[in-house]
């Protein structure tokens, strides 16, 4: 009876915590949106008004369909709901249109949708291991890791402000981690192929995925070295795995194919022709890299090294802009960058491979293989740090090493998704909820490893804190001087390059502390 009463404790606070963001969700229907809301009414338009074969060639607005089928369905769905309460939303031609029933029902969607996410979390916390007894519910892990999640600053503002449907998405994604950490490896691999369908960004860990079904499902028993055991190969396994993928894409893409509209279903989802970097730079390798360039261009007309009228004006003036043209180091072509990305995954891929450490270790290698083609993708846009954020949650709470990695990589990649909102009544709500979330990060992970070594070294301490300086620079000084005019990109710029020497910190600081770590006995015999 004792445990029933824990267990009906926990559901209890778990509840609180998901009403009270829920509530929190429900405070910002009247805030700021971007270009975003306009594109899920126009695709809500779409799949409401045209037969199928035309969805991925209607072309009035500028924002076309270029998400996965599963996602074109999702928006019909929501359609059938959207007539009832402002018709006039579903009409293709009338571009831009906000009436406060279609803001009210786009608003009220993304929360509504999100109870997936809160059953993922509620899952994904019953994965974290319990060993640590806490007398008090507030530094248990699984409390812990439960506001890590449903009150993630970068999360609310991406969805609840700025506006989209990646709650539901990561919900996906988050369950699908949890499946496998129960060893339920047929859902979760069920899941991640929906989730795929769904939106093709997540990609960018299928390699984790592939490889941990692989070598945990696909072949069932290892040597007592802990090396893999290649007679335990079980072929109905990989054909069970091969039928959920074959099903999942027939589903998906099938239609298209039998109406053979296949290579214009993926023109729309790789858009190859937009530039190296999104239209502000995301805190990656190649802002760091763009970053250089226009120093050494400005050093080298100083110093009379170049001739000014061969510079692209656009380069020097523009600032940040789209098709971002190099004067000095090489320009960069998608070829290239998906070189520097399948680099960049591999060795944590072979660590999942020759050094399999569980569920544990496949979470680290989707971090590493989130982060990785953050830092050197092509055309990443700022909000896919989230990708990395939300599964190092998980790890977080379990391990010292992983918390102090997570602190550096959650708090610059949240203060770059600031410039998302520029509007000034969301500044004081972006500050606040930031403040928020940071300091119980950083309070909650360090009461709960207080008995080891600190979480941050000195120098870290002290990197993190210039964002603060940083941040009153670019709201409040920057505005008020005649540079503004001249140069309006500087605080993009500044925010960017800054941010992007924590993340990069952070990915080599975890691949060290991933490619260096041993095994422990128990660890091989599992």
Known sequence: SARRAMAAGGRSWFRALALGVSFLKCLLIPAYYSTDFEVHRNWLAITHNLPLSQWYYEATSEWTLDYPPFFAWFEYALSHVAKYFDPKMLVIENLNYTSRATIFFQRFSVIFTDILFIYAVRECCRCVNGKRTAKDILEKPTFILAVLLLWNFGLLIVDHIHFQYNGFLFGLMLLSVARLCQKRYLEGAFLFAVLLHFKHIYMYVAPAYGIYLLRSYCFTANNADGSLKWRSFSFLHVTLLGLIVCLVSALSLGPFIVLGQLPQVISRLFPFKRGLCHAYWAPNFWALYNAVDKALTIFGLKCNFLDPTKIPKASMTGGLVQEFQHTVLPS??????????????????????????????????????????????????????LLAILPLSLLSVQRAKDAGIYLILTTTGHFSLFPLLFTPPELPIKILLMLLFTVYSFSSLKSLFRRERPLLNWLETIYLV?????????????????????????????????????????????????LTERISVRQKAE
């Open 332 to 385: 960069v072509t998608p070829l290239a960058t998906l070189i520097c990305t399948f680099i960049s995954i591999l060795p944590s891929v072979f660590c999942l491979w020759f050094k399999p450490q569980g569920p544990r270790g496949f979470l680290q290698c989707l971090v590493l293989c989130a982060l990785s083609s953050f830092m050197f993708g092509w055309h990443v846009h700022e909000k896919a740090i």
């Open 466 to 514: 210039q964002l603060v300086p940083l941040e009153i620079f670019c709201e409040i000084i920057f505005p008020l001087t005649s540079w503004k005019r001249h140069f309006p990109f500087v605080p993009l710029l500044l925010t960017s390059v800054y941010c992007a020497l924590g993340v990069t910190y952070a990915w080599l600081k975890l691949y060290v502390s991933v």
